[in-house]
């Protein structure tokens, strides 16, 4: 799978929009991108993903670029809510059951 | 309503006894997880199993053992074997054929 940088940790005040980068300069044609997210002690919760073209679900909206070697997660009116652990994961499609590998992620703290 | 459960949330055992963690889902999906992570740590793949009766060790499946009798079961025994079996262990699931992993709310082992 391809290597993800993500930076450690950012803040964002309560109400305006959360925009989580994510470099992934070695994703090859067949990657997708997938974002995670990881509230403190539960279990992970899928949040997006895409190939190429721009997705947007009820959660958030993923922007990846037209050379695919970078994406940007957004969530559009952060809560507290959104405090998390936000994971980018690339991996192929494989049509089996196959792990999930998560990185370091980036630590959202959500302020007032 | 839909999804995964794993219970229960907290768990305390003596040193040498094995013990069997919970997990069911009754989303009907066909793939199932366990990961095990540890504090600060990314999540590390134990055991999957893409059907019923059959499962496939992962990274880490040394002193861990599961069964798979039901679509809908997928259970996790950590044996007197496992030398660090203090962890956060988390059940997934997901349609095989698909990537998306759901997962459920993890159980916290603690040996004592």
């Known amino acids: 799978d391809a290597k993800t940088t993500q930076p450690t940790s950012m803040d964002c005040a309560e109400g305006r929009a959360a925009n989580l980068p994510c470099n992934h300069s070695?994703?090859?044609?067949?990657?997708?991108v997938y974002w995670y997210r990881q509230i403190h002690s539960q279990g992970p919760q899928y949040i997006i993903h895409g190939l190429k073209n721009n997705e947007t679900n009820e959660m958030a909206s993923l922007i990846i670029t037209e050379d695919r070697k970078s994406s940007t997660l957004i969530l559009p009116h952060a809560t507290l809510r959104d405090t998390a652990v936000y994971y980018c994961i690339v991996r192929p499609y494989t049509g089996t059951a196959s792990k999930l590998t998560f990185g370091t992620g980036t630590r959202l703290q959500v302020t007032l | 309503d839909g999804g995964i459960t794993q219970s229960p949330k907290y768990l305390f055992r003596k040193e040498g006894q094995n013990v069997t963690l919970s997990c069911e889902q009754n989303l009907n999906h066909d793939a199932m997880y366990w990961y095990r992570q540890d504090p600060g740590q990314g999540l590390r793949l134990i055991y999957y199993?893409?059907?019923?009766?059959?499962?496939q060790k992962g990274d880490i499946a040394e002193g861990y053992s599961v069964s798979r009798e039901k679509k809908e079961s997928f259970p996790l025994t950590v044996t007197s074997a496992q030398k660090n079996p203090t962890a956060f262990y988390l059940c997934?699931?997901?349609?095989?054929?698909?990537?998306?992993?759901?997962f459920g709310p993890g159980t916290r082992l603690t040996v004592l």
């Open positions: 199993s893409q059907i019923v009766n059959d499962f």
């Open positions: 997934a699931s997901s349609i095989v054929g698909t990537d998306t992993q759901y």
């Open positions: 070695t994703i090859s044609g067949n990657e997708y």
